[in-house]
């Protein structure tokens, strides 16, 4: 499926769901919550991984990025197409994520640490790279972020922002044939870290220096009126 040209349409009888493989939940949570893991704490996980910024393997667990804000990212496959394209769009902006932002990256797919290395190696894309990608084999990491296709083998293209109280606050879960947006995802960031340090709300598109809406403040004033505190030319300019 990584390198295919359309969709197909998993068998949700062969399927196994990412509630059925967290130990932490209930019966009864598993049967009243939302597949999302948004809202819920990350899952823990513990891992080889390779790291590209120093060239060596090294273990990495859920505990490392305790108390930070964090961005983890499923892709299916070493040696594919997309995935290379996207790992190095986020490598070119890595030093404002990390740096600037404060946010923890981790990539992952199903393929050993090994693998991982002769990729960062042999793509010429991923010259410079500077990346930590875990090794996720046996696809334990996947199922308990709900990104596994059973039938394959492989991850979807799961992105999970994490706050520093190890929340998901945002997913993003897509097939593999298309990869996702930096920009995108940068502005999100940005927007989330605002709307965590002012208690205010950030409206569709947000980015600094545009309006938010100040409703820990004036909630009740804007039940009903959010247009009198921003227009619609304001929201797509």
Not at 8 to 22: G, L, Q, R
Request: proline share 4%; glycine share 8%.
């Amino acid at each position: 499926m990584a390198c295919d040209t359309g969709v197909k349409a998993i068998d949700s009888n062969n399927e196994k769901t990412s509630a059925s493989n967290d130990q932490n939940l209930s019966t009864k949570e598993n049967k009243n919550m939302s597949s999302s893991l948004v809202l819920r704490k990350m899952p823990a996980f513990e891992t080889m991984a390779y790291d590209a910024a120093t060239g060596h393997y090294k273990k990495v667990s859920s505990q490392d990025y305790e108390g930070k804000w964090t961005l983890i990212c499923f892709y299916p496959a070493d040696f594919t197409f997309v995935c290379p394209t996207e790992i190095a769009a986020m490598n070119a902006h890595l030093d404002e994520i990390t740096g600037e932002l404060g946010v923890e990256v981790l990539a992952a797919s199903t393929d050993t640490h090994f693998s991982h290395k002769r990729f960062v190696e042999t793509e010429p894309i991923l010259k410079g790279l500077k990346m930590t990608i875990a090794a996720d084999p046996k696809g334990d990491m996947a199922r308990a972020f709900g990104v596994m296709i059973e039938e394959e083998g492989l991850a979807l293209r799961g992105r999970f922002l994490i706050n520093p109280e190890g929340v998901v606050v945002a997913q993003e879960v897509q097939a593999p044939m298309v990869g996702r947006n930096v920009q995108e995802l940068i502005r999100q960031i940005r927007a989330w870290q605002h709307a965590t340090q002012t208690g205010e709300v950030c409206p569709a598109g947000w980015r600094p220096g545009k309006k938010t809406l100040p409703v820990n403040t004036d909630a009740e004033k804007m039940t009903g009126r959010v247009g009198d505190y921003i227009t619609l030319e304001e929201l797509l300019s």
